[in-house]
């Protein structure tokens, strides 16, 4: 079977198989999350025999160490994915939920009814516990899902996919809900990503190329963010140990995330006072500056920053530093080179802060936090499947909610209009 013909038919089971989940009970999806744990942890075996084959792959094929560390299934990692699923299936249901619910002058009734978006490709590389993840979540949002992982964790997200199988044949529900792409061509993505006949929406996640090919080529609508350029901007009177403790963590905490801060803007007012501590800071934990002249006056360890690094995601232990002469130039400043992702701005000002909520055109704005709190089990959601930085359908960290849409419902009594 060729690759088209395989892709189609993985695509009209996974339609078919969209209709029975999202017609099914809550307590009916959550059985299938809760046996499909059970079978993984019943499988710890099948799983490490299958991740051994996928990590002598790798290795024989030169695979790098951070990808190479990503893609091992250990003891630890087996117990996480077990974890995720009983905090899923313990979410509450976002599917059937009806909101906004008022009447109208005619008599109807007027409301929003929340739904699933039907079938979901997730595209993602290296790590077999994002099978799992992206998974649960999409099955409790009442959606089926096609899974396309990394060519080098091919054996270990089909050993996962069987254990999902086994799970959602014990709750009632067509296997055909959860399907994981079984071969390493890599047209099957080219596939996926359009066919709207079959798949709604599609959710790449791994590294900033991946997600260029899909938002250039794709003909499904995509949930992506490329860049996590975050700011931090420390406006004139903040409380200077506040503003240290959250320009240190927003950077440092860990430096290889997408909401981690890669620009601190920093008030002229506060540059004499503040600039040499965080130079201190940032120089005890290995963090290499790049500033602006203003910057260097303060702190001459640090090189020069050129106009790319004010667009840079270093995803390292490197930090863009500007001083700004107010919050008007911090706001434009992060219009021009933020990628939409998280800004923070820490001010005393309530005025100042209220400018920055309303101005700044990010999916995460905030006041007084570090950036690293943009995520979607620190949000509430419980869990999320990925940052998204377009504006429809949904902004920002996407849980269960962001995986499913909203129809208008209207109850009438016979009403007709005239």
């Known amino acids: 079977m060729d690759v088209e013909q395989y892709m189609a038919e993985l695509g009209a089971a996974a339609r078919a198989a969209s209709r029975v989940v999202a017609a099914a009970s809550t307590s009916v999806r959550n059985t299938a999350l809760l046996a499909a744990r059970d079978a993984l942890d019943s499988a710890r075996a099948e799983l490490s025999a299958a991740n051994a084959a996928d990590l002598a792959r790798g290795a024989d094929n030169g695979l790098e160490a951070p990808l190479m560390d990503r893609l091992q299934l250990t003891p630890a990692r087996i117990d996480a994915m077990l974890e ?53 979540l999409c099955l409790k949002a009442g959606n089926a899902t096609i899974l396309r992982g990394g060519s ?27 399907q994981v792409v079984d071969t390493r061509d890599r047209a099957a ?30 003909k ?26 959250i320009a240190v963590n927003a950077k440092t905490q860990r430096y290889g995330t997408c909401n981690t801060m890669e620009t601190l803007l920093v008030h002229a007012s506060m540059a004499a006072s503040l600039l040499p ?28 920053a050129v106009e790319a690094d004010w667009y840079e995601e270093y995803l390292g232990p490197i ?50 936090a570090s950036t690293r709190f943009a995520d979607g089990f620190e949000y509430g959601l419980g869990a999320e499947i990925g940052i998204s930085t377009d504006k ?9 909610e962001g995986l499913t849409s909203q129809k208008y419902v209207v109850l009438g009594e016979g009403q007709i209009r005239s």
């Open 84 to 136: 995720g699923l009983t905090q899923v299936a313990a979410l509450p249901d976002p599917v059937g939920s009806i909101t906004d619910m008022k009447a109208m002058p005619s008599g109807i009734k007027v409301g929003r009814m929340r739904v699933p978006l039907g079938v979901i490709g997730i595209i993602y590389e290296s790590r077999p516990n994002v099978t799992v993840e992206a998974a649960s």
């Open 152 to 178: 080098e964790a091919l054996a270990s997200n089909m050993a996962i996919a069987r254990c999902i199988t086994r799970g959602l044949e014990q709750a009632g529900l067509p296997a055909a809900a959860v």
């Open 189 to 218: 993505v080219g596939r996926l990503i359009t066919m709207p006949e079959y798949v709604d929406v599609i959710v790449p996640r791994g590294g900033k190329g991946l997600i260029e090919r899909i938002s250039n080529d794709a």
């Open 220 to 245: 499904v609508p995509v949930i992506k963010h490329l860049d996590g350029t975050c700011h931090v901007y420390i406006d004139a009177g903040a409380d200077e140990a506040m503003a240290e403790a």
């Open 277 to 304: 501590r965080l130079g201190e800071a940032y120089a005890a934990a290995g963090v290499e500056l790049r500033g602006c002249e203003r910057t260097r006056e303060w702190i001459p360890a640090a090189g020069t």
């Open 319 to 368: 930090l863009a530093v500007r001083v700004v002469d107010d919050i008007d130039a911090a706001i434009n400043h992060i219009d021009v080179y933020s990628s939409r992702h998280t800004e923070s701005i820490v001010t005393a000002d309530h005025a100042h802060a209220m400018r920055f909520l309303r101005e700044v055109d990010s999916s995460s704005v905030m006041v007084n």
């Open 392 to 400: 429809l359908h949904a902004r920002g960290p996407v849980g269960l």
